[in-house]
């Protein structure tokens, strides 16, 4: 059974910076697309970055682009987020996932289609 665990959510003000961390382990991450997604109360939750198994590509969603960055790190089992600038609408409980994959796949960040959560980190920005 695959495991995610995430870490480094917590309060922060408006333009600030953040690095979120998700561990894998149980799994080879090479064979694996790896997304954050997060979720705000009230509303559903949304692909915010994924990154292909391969880690050559990425998705970002409207809303992130130019702000945060995705990052895989083999060796370590771990995938970063990169939070540069944070916004009051960024405020959400953040979830890592992964979705096995084949190498030529195109990346999707669909969170229907990524079976395997962490349990979530909460990041609230204040404004």
């Known amino acids: 059974q695959v495991r995610l665990e995430e870490s480094g959510g917590g309060l922060v003000q408006s333009g600030d910076s953040m690095r979120l961390s998700c561990v894998v382990s149980?799994?080879?991450?090479?064979?694996?697309?790896i997304g954050w997604f997060r979720q705000a109360p009230g509303k559903e939750r949304e692909g915010v970055s994924c990154?292909?198994?391969?880690?050559?590509?990425?998705y970002y969603v409207d809303s992130v682009k130019g702000r945060f960055t995705i990052t895989k790190d083999n060796a370590r089992n771990t995938v970063y987020l990169q939070m540069d600038s944070l916004k009051p609408e960024d405020t959400a409980v953040y979830y890592c996932?992964?979705?096995?994959?084949?190498?030529?796949?195109?990346?999707?960040?669909?969170?229907?289609?990524?079976?395997?959560w962490g349990q979530g980190t909460q990041v609230t920005v204040s404004s």
């Open positions: 996932a992964a979705k096995r994959t084949i190498l030529t796949a195109p990346l999707t960040c669909d969170s229907s289609e990524y079976f395997d």
């Open positions: 149980r799994f080879t991450m090479n064979y694996y697309a």
């Open positions: 990154i292909s198994r391969g880690g050559g590509t990425t």
